[in-house]
């Protein structure tokens, strides 16, 4: 059974800190390409940073110089260091998980979720 945990989020003032984390089980992470993604009412979920197995980072445009990914395989481990908070950050954060295999539908995971709140 496959299981994405978040977990770190919470309330924090505009400039201030957090660090999410994303515990997997149930899959060979460092197989996975993994990401954040994140949605707030009324607006399309959205990519915030990725990770691939390779250790490629891609992040959104809006996060770069402020939110850093990094994963741990051994501990099957994804983080979210988010430095600079601004108001506009606040919305539910998600964990993904996912493996493309050719020829076959992609192994695709998401977690529950974790409330991040940026108050002004």
């Known amino acids: 059974q496959v299981q994405l945990v978040e977990s770190g989020g919470g309330l924090v003032q505009a400039g201030g800190s957090l660090r999410l984390s994303c515990a997997a089980s149930?899959?060979?992470?460092?197989?996975?390409?993994m990401a954040w993604y994140r949605q707030s009412p009324g607006k399309q979920r959205e990519l915030v940073a990725s990770?691939?197995?390779?250790?490629?980072?891609n992040n959104a445009d809006s996060v770069k110089g402020r939110f850093a990914i990094f994963r741990d395989n051994p501990k099957n481990m994804m983080y979210l260091q988010m430095n600079s908070l601004k108001p506009e950050d606040t919305a539910v954060y998600y964990c993904?998980?996912?493996?493309?295999?050719?020829?076959?539908?992609?192994?695709?995971?998401w977690g529950q979720g974790t409330q991040v709140t940026v108050s002004s």
């Open positions: 993904n998980a996912k493996l493309s295999r050719p020829l076959f539908p992609d192994y695709d995971y």
């Open positions: 149930g899959i060979t992470f460092s197989l996975y390409n």
């Open positions: 990770i691939r197995s390779d250790g490629n980072i």
